[in-house]
């Protein structure tokens, strides 16, 4: 059987998703590589919404090396900035804060954090496309975030939604749900 030119693009194209897929998760597994690993799995899908094909170990692996700097420091201040989030949660719970206080507290550490979940949204797709300063990188994504909120949550829902799936189903489905 001959592949037509229109079943082999989507042949590379599959083949190239599920192997920068299995390349994330391989690296992952080892912690320390994962923020360059996600910032290389962007870099490959990037091109892909725009029906354009990408070099899988050109593009996975040179955007590992090109940016991964700037892919641990996002990760850094996710942590630091989602672990006082997390801290501020777990402080406003306690018996002693009057309920308007802690009401008040809780909506806007709520809004922090979805902030910085949002922001991340447009973080990592700028960081792959753009070759921007850092502090450029963070303030074009959460002035996108903060301008098309709408279609930010929608986005994060879609993301989301695959996620939540893989955690109700039973593990085999789950595994084929997720990939």
């Given at each position: 059987?001959r592949?037509?030119t229109?079943q082999?693009?989507?042949?590379?194209?599959t083949?190239?998703?599920i192997?920068?897929?299995?390349?994330?998760?391989?690296?992952?597994?080892?912690?320390l590589?994962?923020?360059a690993?996600?910032a290389?799995?962007?870099k490959?899908?990037a091109p892909?919404p725009?029906?354009?094909?990408s070099?899988?170990?050109?593009d996975f692996f040179g955007?590992m090396r090109?940016?991964?700097?700037k892919s641990?420091?996002?990760?850094?201040?996710d942590v630091?900035i989602g672990g006082?989030v997390l801290?501020n949660f777990?402080?406003?719970?306690?018996?002693?804060?009057?309920?308007p206080?802690?009401?008040?507290?809780?909506?806007?550490?709520l809004?922090v954090g979805?902030?910085?979940?949002?922001?991340?949204l447009?973080?990592?797709?700028l960081?792959?496309?753009?070759?921007l300063?850092?502090?450029?990188?963070?303030?074009t994504?959460?002035q996108l975030?903060?301008a098309?909120?709408?279609w930010?949550?929608v986005v994060?829902?879609l993301?989301a939604?695959?996620?939540?799936a893989?955690?109700?189903?039973p593990?085999?489905?789950s595994?084929l749900?997720?990939?």
């Amino acid at each position: 059987m001959r592949l037509n030119t229109e079943q082999a693009t989507w042949v590379d194209r599959t083949g190239t998703f599920i192997l920068a897929n299995v390349f994330w998760v391989l690296l992952s597994v080892l912690v320390l590589p994962l923020p360059a690993a996600t910032a290389g799995l962007f870099k490959v899908l990037a091109p892909f919404p725009r029906g354009e094909n990408s070099a899988l170990f050109r593009d996975f692996f040179g955007a590992m090396r090109q940016h991964w700097l700037k892919s641990t420091l996002i990760v850094l201040i996710d942590v630091l900035i989602g672990g006082l989030v997390l801290a501020n949660f777990l402080i406003v719970d306690q018996p002693d804060f009057p309920p308007p206080v802690a009401w008040a507290a809780r909506s806007v550490t709520l809004f922090v954090g979805l902030v910085l979940v949002l922001t991340n949204l447009y973080l990592w797709p700028l960081l792959v496309q753009f070759d921007l300063p850092f502090r450029q990188l963070w303030r074009t994504a959460f002035q996108l975030a903060l301008a098309h909120p709408w279609w930010s949550l929608v986005v994060l829902a879609l993301t989301a939604l695959p996620l939540g799936a893989a955690t109700i189903l039973p593990s085999f489905l789950s595994l084929l749900f997720t990939f």
